[in-house]
Protein backbone atom coordinates (compact mmCIF):
# COMPACT_ATOMS: atom_id res chain seq x y z
CA UNK A 1 0.00 0.00 0.00
CA UNK A 2 1.95 3.39 -1.01
CA UNK A 3 -0.42 5.69 1.05
CA UNK A 4 0.80 7.38 4.20
CA UNK A 5 0.48 5.73 7.71
CA UNK A 6 0.23 6.89 11.24
CA UNK A 7 4.33 5.87 11.69
CA UNK A 8 4.77 8.66 9.03
CA UNK A 9 3.52 11.05 10.94
CA UNK A 10 4.37 13.71 13.57
CA UNK A 11 1.44 13.29 16.49
CA UNK A 12 2.83 14.98 18.66
CA UNK A 13 0.67 18.32 20.02
CA UNK A 14 -1.31 17.97 16.90
CA UNK A 15 -5.08 17.67 16.99
CA UNK A 16 -5.59 14.70 15.21
CA UNK A 17 -8.54 13.95 13.74
CA UNK A 18 -9.42 10.25 13.25
CA UNK A 19 -12.48 8.14 11.53
CA UNK A 20 -12.81 5.23 13.69
CA UNK A 21 -16.12 2.76 13.14
CA UNK A 22 -17.42 2.47 16.37
CA UNK A 23 -20.95 1.33 14.59
CA UNK A 24 -21.26 -1.32 17.61
CA UNK A 25 -24.59 -3.08 18.97
CA UNK A 26 -26.39 -1.94 21.84
CA UNK A 27 -28.93 -3.65 24.04
CA UNK A 28 -31.90 -1.95 25.47
CA UNK A 29 -30.14 -0.42 28.56
CA UNK A 30 -27.66 1.29 26.08
CA UNK A 31 -25.17 -1.00 26.33
CA UNK A 32 -21.97 -2.28 23.74
CA UNK A 33 -22.96 -6.30 23.74
CA UNK A 34 -20.15 -6.51 21.23
CA UNK A 35 -17.17 -4.19 21.05
CA UNK A 36 -14.90 -5.65 18.57
CA UNK A 37 -14.86 -2.77 16.02
CA UNK A 38 -13.34 -0.60 19.36
CA UNK A 39 -11.03 -3.48 20.74
CA UNK A 40 -9.64 -2.85 17.28
CA UNK A 41 -9.49 1.01 17.04
CA UNK A 42 -6.95 0.46 20.22
CA UNK A 43 -3.78 0.36 18.65
CA UNK A 44 -4.36 3.39 17.09
CA UNK A 45 -5.46 5.43 19.18
CA UNK A 46 -3.07 4.82 22.22
CA UNK A 47 -0.47 5.17 19.53
CA UNK A 48 -1.67 8.94 19.67
CA UNK A 49 -1.84 9.45 22.89
CA UNK A 50 0.85 7.92 23.87
CA UNK A 51 2.95 10.42 21.32
CA UNK A 52 1.73 13.23 22.62
CA UNK A 53 -1.13 13.72 20.38
CA UNK A 54 -4.84 14.97 20.81
CA UNK A 55 -7.65 12.42 18.95
CA UNK A 56 -10.69 13.73 18.10
CA UNK A 57 -12.85 10.52 17.45
CA UNK A 58 -15.70 10.14 14.86
CA UNK A 59 -18.07 7.27 14.12
CA UNK A 60 -21.20 6.77 12.63
CA UNK A 61 -23.68 4.40 14.59
CA UNK A 62 -26.73 2.55 12.78
CA UNK A 63 -29.28 4.61 10.76
CA UNK A 64 -30.71 7.37 12.40
CA UNK A 65 -33.27 9.32 11.05
CA UNK A 66 -32.08 12.90 12.58
CA UNK A 67 -31.00 13.14 16.18
CA UNK A 68 -32.06 10.00 17.55
CA UNK A 69 -30.41 9.88 21.25
CA UNK A 70 -30.92 5.97 20.81
CA UNK A 71 -27.88 6.04 18.39
CA UNK A 72 -26.12 8.38 20.78
CA UNK A 73 -22.23 7.14 20.88
CA UNK A 74 -22.38 8.16 24.81
CA UNK A 75 -22.29 4.88 25.88
CA UNK A 76 -19.66 3.61 23.22
CA UNK A 77 -17.45 6.63 25.13
CA UNK A 78 -17.74 4.30 28.28
CA UNK A 79 -16.83 1.19 26.95
CA UNK A 80 -14.04 3.02 25.39
CA UNK A 81 -12.85 4.44 28.43
CA UNK A 82 -12.75 1.18 30.24
CA UNK A 83 -11.16 -0.44 27.30
CA UNK A 84 -8.43 2.44 26.99
CA UNK A 85 -8.18 3.03 30.88
CA UNK A 86 -7.69 6.71 30.18
CA UNK A 87 -10.61 9.49 30.65
CA UNK A 88 -12.85 9.94 27.87
CA UNK A 89 -14.13 12.83 26.63
CA UNK A 90 -17.39 13.19 24.91
CA UNK A 91 -19.35 16.24 23.59
CA UNK A 92 -22.94 15.79 22.04
CA UNK A 93 -22.58 17.10 18.62
CA UNK A 94 -20.18 16.41 15.85
CA UNK A 95 -19.76 20.04 14.24
CA UNK A 96 -19.93 23.57 15.45
CA UNK A 97 -18.80 26.25 18.35
CA UNK A 98 -19.48 23.96 21.17
CA UNK A 99 -17.67 20.39 19.77
CA UNK A 100 -14.83 23.29 18.68
CA UNK A 101 -14.48 24.57 21.71
CA UNK A 102 -14.39 21.16 23.13
CA UNK A 103 -11.52 20.44 20.88
CA UNK A 104 -9.61 23.90 21.84
CA UNK A 105 -9.44 22.89 25.60
CA UNK A 106 -7.92 19.66 25.02
CA UNK A 107 -4.51 18.83 26.48
CA UNK A 108 -1.67 16.36 24.66
CA UNK A 109 -2.40 12.82 25.60
CA UNK A 110 -6.30 13.66 26.03
CA UNK A 111 -8.81 12.44 23.61
CA UNK A 112 -12.35 13.70 22.45
CA UNK A 113 -15.37 11.59 20.95
CA UNK A 114 -17.53 13.25 19.20
CA UNK A 115 -21.65 12.52 18.38
CA UNK A 116 -22.93 10.03 15.77
CA UNK A 117 -21.62 11.66 12.30
CA UNK A 118 -25.22 10.77 11.11
CA UNK A 119 -27.52 12.79 12.91
CA UNK A 120 -26.38 15.38 10.24
CA UNK A 121 -27.87 13.93 6.39
CA UNK A 122 -25.21 15.88 5.10
CA UNK A 123 -22.75 13.09 6.11
CA UNK A 124 -23.85 10.35 3.65
CA UNK A 125 -24.44 13.12 1.03
CA UNK A 126 -20.60 13.97 1.29
CA UNK A 127 -21.57 17.44 1.86
CA UNK A 128 -18.20 19.73 0.92
CA UNK A 129 -18.96 22.46 3.73
CA UNK A 130 -19.80 19.71 6.58
CA UNK A 131 -16.60 18.38 5.53
CA UNK A 132 -15.13 21.26 5.96
CA UNK A 133 -16.44 21.88 9.50
CA UNK A 134 -15.16 18.64 10.45
CA UNK A 135 -11.39 19.35 8.83
CA UNK A 136 -11.28 22.42 10.98
CA UNK A 137 -11.11 20.06 13.93
CA UNK A 138 -7.70 18.78 13.55
CA UNK A 139 -4.53 19.46 11.48
CA UNK A 140 -4.00 16.01 10.52
CA UNK A 141 -6.83 12.84 9.60
CA UNK A 142 -6.35 9.08 10.00
CA UNK A 143 -8.77 7.12 8.57
CA UNK A 144 -8.66 3.75 10.76
CA UNK A 145 -12.46 2.89 9.39
CA UNK A 146 -11.89 0.20 7.05
CA UNK A 147 -15.91 -0.83 7.41
CA UNK A 148 -16.62 2.78 5.95
CA UNK A 149 -13.65 3.04 3.47
CA UNK A 150 -16.18 1.60 0.52
CA UNK A 151 -18.48 4.57 1.34
CA UNK A 152 -17.58 8.27 -0.54
CA UNK A 153 -18.77 10.38 2.76
CA UNK A 154 -18.08 13.12 4.32
CA UNK A 155 -15.80 11.98 7.03
CA UNK A 156 -14.14 9.31 4.72
CA UNK A 157 -13.46 10.93 1.38
CA UNK A 158 -14.53 14.84 1.67
CA UNK A 159 -13.14 15.79 4.33
CA UNK A 160 -9.26 14.67 2.81
CA UNK A 161 -9.69 17.34 0.69
CA UNK A 162 -8.62 20.17 3.82
CA UNK A 163 -5.74 18.21 5.42
CA UNK A 164 -2.28 17.83 3.35
CA UNK A 165 -1.72 14.22 5.76
CA UNK A 166 -4.41 11.55 5.56
CA UNK A 167 -2.89 8.55 6.71
CA UNK A 168 -3.90 5.28 7.61
CA UNK A 169 -4.40 3.79 11.02
CA UNK A 170 -3.02 0.05 12.38
CA UNK A 171 -6.51 -1.10 11.47
CA UNK A 172 -6.74 -0.27 8.19
CA UNK A 173 -3.52 -1.25 7.66
CA UNK A 174 -3.94 -4.90 8.50
CA UNK A 175 -6.56 -4.92 6.86
CA UNK A 176 -5.52 -4.13 3.62
CA UNK A 177 -2.27 -6.33 4.11
CA UNK A 178 -4.05 -9.20 4.68
CA UNK A 179 -6.96 -8.89 1.82
CA UNK A 180 -4.24 -7.04 -0.26
CA UNK A 181 -2.02 -10.16 0.00
CA UNK A 182 -5.01 -12.36 -0.81
CA UNK A 183 -5.52 -10.98 -3.92
CA UNK A 184 -1.84 -10.03 -5.24
CA UNK A 185 0.07 -13.09 -3.92
CA UNK A 186 -1.83 -15.53 -2.34
CA UNK A 187 0.36 -18.82 -1.11
CA UNK A 188 -1.03 -22.01 -2.90
CA UNK A 189 -3.25 -23.64 -2.60
CA UNK A 190 -5.84 -20.88 -2.85
CA UNK A 191 -9.85 -21.94 -1.48
CA UNK A 192 -12.42 -19.41 -1.61
CA UNK A 193 -15.25 -20.83 0.55
CA UNK A 194 -18.55 -18.16 -0.83
CA UNK A 195 -21.96 -18.78 1.15
CA UNK A 196 -24.81 -16.48 2.30
CA UNK A 197 -28.52 -16.62 1.04
CA UNK A 198 -27.79 -14.73 -2.57
CA UNK A 199 -25.99 -15.63 -5.65
CA UNK A 200 -26.50 -11.75 -6.40
CA UNK A 201 -24.11 -10.18 -3.62
CA UNK A 202 -21.28 -11.82 -4.40
CA UNK A 203 -21.28 -12.23 -8.21
CA UNK A 204 -18.59 -9.89 -8.87
CA UNK A 205 -16.53 -11.53 -6.01
CA UNK A 206 -16.52 -14.73 -8.04
CA UNK A 207 -16.01 -13.41 -10.92
CA UNK A 208 -12.88 -11.52 -9.88
CA UNK A 209 -11.81 -14.39 -7.32
CA UNK A 210 -12.18 -16.95 -10.49
CA UNK A 211 -8.79 -16.01 -12.04
CA UNK A 212 -7.16 -16.02 -8.73
CA UNK A 213 -8.63 -19.05 -6.42
CA UNK A 214 -7.24 -22.64 -7.25
CA UNK A 215 -10.55 -23.76 -5.81
CA UNK A 216 -14.09 -22.32 -5.08
CA UNK A 217 -16.12 -23.61 -2.48
CA UNK A 218 -19.78 -22.84 -2.83
CA UNK A 219 -22.94 -22.76 0.02
CA UNK A 220 -25.78 -21.24 1.87
CA UNK A 221 -29.27 -20.47 -0.42
CA UNK A 222 -26.99 -19.26 -3.34
CA UNK A 223 -26.03 -22.62 -4.20
CA UNK A 224 -30.10 -23.46 -5.25
CA UNK A 225 -29.74 -20.51 -8.31
CA UNK A 226 -26.60 -22.86 -9.45
CA UNK A 227 -28.39 -25.93 -9.08
CA UNK A 228 -31.54 -24.06 -11.09
CA UNK A 229 -29.21 -23.44 -14.04
CA UNK A 230 -28.18 -27.01 -14.18
CA UNK A 231 -31.56 -27.64 -14.18
CA UNK A 232 -31.83 -29.74 -10.53
CA UNK A 233 -35.24 -30.00 -8.82
CA UNK A 234 -34.41 -27.99 -5.27
CA UNK A 235 -38.23 -28.11 -3.98
CA UNK A 236 -38.91 -24.56 -2.01
CA UNK A 237 -35.12 -23.93 -1.24
CA UNK A 238 -34.30 -20.45 -1.87
CA UNK A 239 -34.11 -19.06 -5.20
CA UNK A 240 -32.96 -16.20 -7.32
CA UNK A 241 -35.07 -16.69 -10.62
CA UNK A 242 -33.62 -13.54 -12.47
CA UNK A 243 -30.09 -14.72 -11.87
CA UNK A 244 -30.43 -18.12 -13.32
CA UNK A 245 -29.00 -17.03 -16.64
CA UNK A 246 -25.87 -15.51 -14.67
CA UNK A 247 -25.38 -18.47 -13.04
CA UNK A 248 -25.26 -20.46 -16.22
CA UNK A 249 -22.16 -18.09 -17.62
CA UNK A 250 -19.99 -18.47 -14.54
CA UNK A 251 -20.94 -22.19 -14.32
CA UNK A 252 -19.40 -22.44 -18.02
CA UNK A 253 -16.56 -19.70 -16.89
CA UNK A 254 -15.60 -22.10 -14.62
CA UNK A 255 -16.08 -24.79 -16.56
CA UNK A 256 -13.63 -22.91 -19.40
CA UNK A 257 -10.98 -22.11 -16.76
CA UNK A 258 -10.91 -25.85 -15.68
CA UNK A 259 -11.52 -24.22 -12.02
CA UNK A 260 -12.21 -26.64 -9.50
CA UNK A 261 -15.69 -25.03 -8.89
CA UNK A 262 -18.01 -27.68 -6.21
CA UNK A 263 -21.58 -27.23 -5.36
CA UNK A 264 -22.58 -29.22 -2.22
CA UNK A 265 -23.31 -33.14 -3.43
CA UNK A 266 -26.08 -33.67 -0.23
CA UNK A 267 -27.99 -30.84 1.96
CA UNK A 268 -30.29 -30.90 5.08
CA UNK A 269 -33.51 -30.50 4.51
CA UNK A 270 -36.58 -29.71 6.11
CA UNK A 271 -40.52 -27.98 5.42
CA UNK A 272 -39.22 -24.66 7.46
CA UNK A 273 -36.50 -23.07 9.02
CA UNK A 274 -37.34 -23.99 12.13
CA UNK A 275 -35.49 -25.64 15.36
CA UNK A 276 -38.47 -28.04 15.86
CA UNK A 277 -38.89 -29.01 12.10
CA UNK A 278 -38.35 -32.84 10.77
CA UNK A 279 -35.12 -32.80 9.32
CA UNK A 280 -33.52 -35.64 6.39
CA UNK A 281 -30.50 -35.20 4.72
CA UNK A 282 -30.85 -36.44 1.03
CA UNK A 283 -28.72 -36.12 -2.10
CA UNK A 284 -28.15 -33.14 -4.12
CA UNK A 285 -31.15 -34.30 -7.12
CA UNK A 286 -33.37 -35.70 -4.52
CA UNK A 287 -34.75 -32.83 -2.80
CA UNK A 288 -38.38 -33.04 -2.80
CA UNK A 289 -41.47 -30.37 -3.78
CA UNK A 290 -41.84 -28.81 -0.33
CA UNK A 291 -39.10 -28.98 1.40
CA UNK A 292 -35.94 -26.53 1.52
CA UNK A 293 -32.57 -27.08 1.78
CA UNK A 294 -31.17 -25.79 5.17
CA UNK A 295 -27.25 -26.71 5.65
CA UNK A 296 -25.34 -28.28 3.64
CA UNK A 297 -25.24 -32.04 4.03
CA UNK A 298 -22.20 -34.64 6.01
CA UNK A 299 -20.93 -35.79 2.53
CA UNK A 300 -20.39 -32.05 1.51
CA UNK A 301 -19.08 -31.28 5.22
CA UNK A 302 -16.01 -33.85 4.35
CA UNK A 303 -15.62 -33.15 0.92
CA UNK A 304 -15.14 -29.25 1.65
CA UNK A 305 -12.63 -30.10 4.76
CA UNK A 306 -11.16 -32.28 2.69
CA UNK A 307 -10.16 -29.28 -0.20
CA UNK A 308 -9.52 -27.21 3.11
CA UNK A 309 -6.63 -29.57 4.59
CA UNK A 310 -4.00 -28.48 2.33
CA UNK A 311 -4.75 -25.04 1.63
CA UNK A 312 -2.20 -22.33 2.39
CA UNK A 313 -4.48 -19.29 1.84
CA UNK A 314 -8.41 -19.57 2.53
CA UNK A 315 -11.36 -16.69 1.90
CA UNK A 316 -14.32 -17.16 3.81
CA UNK A 317 -17.43 -15.02 3.31
CA UNK A 318 -21.21 -16.64 3.93
CA UNK A 319 -22.21 -19.54 5.87
CA UNK A 320 -23.08 -22.93 4.96
CA UNK A 321 -26.70 -23.02 6.11
CA UNK A 322 -28.95 -20.90 8.26
CA UNK A 323 -26.43 -21.12 11.04
CA UNK A 324 -28.60 -18.85 13.56
CA UNK A 325 -30.86 -21.66 13.71
CA UNK A 326 -28.68 -24.65 15.45
CA UNK A 327 -30.21 -27.64 13.32
CA UNK A 328 -29.19 -25.92 10.64
CA UNK A 329 -25.70 -24.54 11.72
CA UNK A 330 -23.24 -27.68 11.66
CA UNK A 331 -21.95 -27.01 8.24
CA UNK A 332 -21.18 -23.79 8.51
CA UNK A 333 -19.69 -24.87 12.42
CA UNK A 334 -17.63 -27.70 11.05
CA UNK A 335 -16.12 -25.29 7.96
CA UNK A 336 -15.10 -22.82 10.43
CA UNK A 337 -13.57 -25.59 13.07
CA UNK A 338 -11.51 -26.69 10.01
CA UNK A 339 -10.29 -23.35 9.49
CA UNK A 340 -9.18 -23.10 12.93
CA UNK A 341 -7.25 -26.16 12.75
CA UNK A 342 -5.45 -25.42 9.33
CA UNK A 343 -4.15 -21.80 10.84
CA UNK A 344 -2.82 -23.63 13.67
CA UNK A 345 -0.64 -25.44 10.27
CA UNK A 346 -0.09 -22.44 8.79
CA UNK A 347 -1.99 -21.27 6.63
CA UNK A 348 -3.54 -17.54 6.56
CA UNK A 349 -7.55 -17.36 6.61
CA UNK A 350 -9.31 -14.46 6.23
CA UNK A 351 -13.00 -14.32 7.00
CA UNK A 352 -15.66 -11.73 6.47
CA UNK A 353 -19.05 -10.42 6.44
CA UNK A 354 -21.22 -10.20 9.18
CA UNK A 355 -22.93 -13.54 9.48
CA UNK A 356 -19.73 -15.47 8.69
CA UNK A 357 -17.91 -14.06 11.70
CA UNK A 358 -21.07 -14.10 13.90
CA UNK A 359 -20.67 -17.88 13.00
CA UNK A 360 -17.19 -17.85 14.12
CA UNK A 361 -18.17 -16.13 17.79
CA UNK A 362 -20.66 -19.00 18.45
CA UNK A 363 -17.66 -21.01 19.20
CA UNK A 364 -15.39 -18.67 20.23
CA UNK A 365 -13.37 -18.95 16.89
CA UNK A 366 -12.76 -15.49 16.17
CA UNK A 367 -9.09 -15.26 17.52
CA UNK A 368 -7.53 -18.95 15.73
CA UNK A 369 -8.09 -17.25 11.96
CA UNK A 370 -5.12 -15.62 10.67
CA UNK A 371 -7.45 -12.33 10.26
CA UNK A 372 -11.29 -11.52 11.05
CA UNK A 373 -12.45 -8.36 8.77
CA UNK A 374 -14.02 -6.14 10.53
CA UNK A 375 -15.85 -4.32 7.02
CA UNK A 376 -18.44 -6.30 5.62
CA UNK A 377 -19.22 -4.48 2.45
CA UNK A 378 -15.72 -2.96 2.34
CA UNK A 379 -14.36 -6.04 2.61
CA UNK A 380 -17.05 -7.78 -0.19
CA UNK A 381 -15.85 -4.84 -2.94
CA UNK A 382 -11.98 -5.24 -2.31
CA UNK A 383 -12.59 -8.96 -2.71
CA UNK A 384 -14.37 -7.80 -6.18
CA UNK A 385 -11.38 -5.72 -7.02
CA UNK A 386 -13.00 -2.46 -6.51
CA UNK A 387 -10.89 1.25 -5.66
CA UNK A 388 -12.65 2.12 -2.15
CA UNK A 389 -13.26 5.58 -1.94
CA UNK A 390 -11.72 6.20 1.89
CA UNK A 391 -8.43 4.12 0.96
CA UNK A 392 -7.71 6.17 -2.63
CA UNK A 393 -8.41 9.64 -0.84
CA UNK A 394 -5.17 8.79 1.58
CA UNK A 395 -1.92 10.42 0.61
CA UNK A 396 0.12 9.16 -1.42
CA UNK A 397 3.54 8.42 -0.35
CA UNK A 398 6.51 10.70 -1.98
Request: charged share 30%; aromatic share 6%; hydrophobic share 40%.
Amino acid sequence: MNKLTIDDLKLKDKRVLVRVDFNVPLNEKKEVTDDTRIVESLPTIKKILNDGGKAILMSHLGRPKGKDPNLSLAPVAKRLEKLLRWPAKFVDDCIGEKVEKAVSELKSSEYLLLENLRFYPQEEKNDPEFAKSLAKLGDIYINDAFGTAHRAHASTEGVTRYFKECAAGYLMQKELKYLGMTLSDPKKPFVAILGGSKISGKIDVIKNLMDKVDTLLIGGGMAFTFYKALGKEIGSSLLEEDKVGLAQDILKEAEKKKLDFLLPVDFLIASEAREDASTRVVDKDSIPQGWKGLDIGPKTVELYKDKLSNAKTVVWNGPMGVFEIDKFSKGTREVAQKLAQITEGSAVTIVGGGDSVAALAKDNLEKRMSHVSTGGGASLEFLEGKTLPGIAALTDKK
